[in-house]
């Protein structure tokens, strides 16, 4: 079975600043990773995915991770980040098998001036 | 597309009573996913069905739990008798049955049970 481990639950920065989320993962076989991002009262939209390939992914909204298989990894980045990039982050892991996602407990980004 | 559509958005009933929620996918989706968020135990896969076949129900909490998908464009999920344990945010997904999709989120129904 495969587990995600989000380990910081917020994340507080200035308007501006860069930030990362980071995201780490457990599987006995090969994974293909996500971010989504939950705003208030909505449902999950994705942001990025790792399927194969180049290690390191571009999403929306300026966001990118790099797939680190070694350290088992998939952290969120973005250089610059805007008051409307508060929200709930969610890493999620799949094995392939349709889609089926197992996510880590949200990591919630709180952007201030 | 409208994309992945929910009823109701808010749900609050008493103890005891039958709860129905209801999910339409994506046209065109052959998964679907039910799964309930709560701040205790964040985001859990209920069940999912391919080809409107269950696959998957170990997660689904307990026997007061059952859930159906008669046809490709609709799915419930049934709560019966309701608790106030069962108070949460489910939300239903959908995506098609290959490897490089990713699933799409309904708006999710918020249920509260007092």
């Known amino acids: 079975a495969q587990s995600v481990t989000q380990l910081d639950s917020q994340v507080p920065v200035f308007e501006e600043a860069p930030v990362e989320l980071r995201c780490n993962y457990s599987?006995?076989?090969?994974?293909?990773l996500f971010w989504y991002v939950q705003y208030p009262n909505q449902g999950l939209q994705l942001l990025l995915k790792?399927?194969?390939?180049?290690?390191l992914v571009k999403g929306i909204n300026g966001f990118e991770a790099e797939f680190n298989k070694s350290q088992t990894s998939f952290h969120l980045r973005k250089p610059s980040v805007h008051i409307s990039d508060t929200a709930e982050y969610f890493c999620a892991v799949s094995t392939g098998t349709a889609s089926k996602l197992t996510f880590g407990t949200g990591t919630r980004l709180q952007v201030t001036l | 597309d409208a994309g992945v559509i929910q009823s109701p958005r808010h749900e609050v009933t008493e103890m005891g009573q039958e709860v129905t929620l209801r999910c339409k996918p994506i046209s065109g989706h052959n998964s679907l996913f039910w799964y309930r968020q709560t701040m205790m135990r964040g985001l859990e896969l209920l069940i999912y069905?391919?080809?409107?076949?269950?696959?998957?129900d170990s997660g689904m909490p307990e026997d007061r739990f059952s859930a159906k998908m008669p046809n490709a464009s609709f799915s419930t999920l049934k709560i019966q008798p309701s608790e106030p344990r069962d108070s949460a945010v489910y939300f239903c997904?959908?995506?098609?049955?290959?490897?490089?999709?990713?699933?799409?989120f309904g708006q999710g129904t918020r249920l509260t049970v007092v």
């Open positions: 069905f391919n080809n409107n076949v269950p696959i998957d």
């Open positions: 997904a959908s995506s098609l049955l290959t490897i490089n999709t990713e699933a799409f």
């Open positions: 599987s006995s076989v090969s994974v293909y």
């Open positions: 790792y399927l194969s390939g180049s290690t």
